[in-house]
Nanobody, 124 residues
Framework: VQLQACGGGFVQAGDSLRLSCAAS????????MGWFRQTPGKEREFVAV????????YYGDSVKGRFTISRDNAKNTVYLQMSSVKPEDTAVYYC??????????????????WGQGTLVTVSS
């Protein structure tokens, strides 16, 4: 499985931005997909996860109510819609694929494959 994240950029506080993550391979629809973010010197932080079917989602507390994760299995793509962004959302955002069932999705150890990251910068 290869993951390619894109959509990052420079935005103002309060703006919206949509990240995309395109996946290769035939296991996409069976994989939970997660988004994490990381700033220099800090550990990778859980942002959101979506089940293979798309029916279940779960968010980190810092983005709950502002970000929305979704997926299009026909396009092998997962999205992260970011709304009302804040300067503290500035980070490199990574998408990841979890090919197994039953692992805690908020931990990086649950994921088997990672994308290369896309930088989001939010100015005040």
């Amino acid at each position: 499985v290869q993951l390619q994240a894109c959509g990052g950029g420079f935005v103002q506080a309060g703006d919206s931005l949509r990240l995309s993550c395109a996946a290769s391979g035939r296991t996409f629809s069976r994989s939970a997909m997660g988004w994490f973010r990381q700033t220099p010197g800090k550990e990778r932080e859980f942002v959101a996860v979506i089940s293979g079917s798309g029916r279940e989602t779960y968010y980190g507390d810092s983005v709950k109510g502002r970000f929305t994760i979704s997926r299009d299995n026909a396009k092998n793509t997962v999205y992260l819609q970011m709304s009302s962004v804040k300067p503290e959302d500035t980070a490199v955002y990574y998408c990841a694929a979890d090919l197994q069932i039953g692992r805690a999705p908020q931990f990086t150890s649950a994921y088997d494959y990672w994308g290369q990251g896309t930088l989001v910068t939010v100015s005040s």
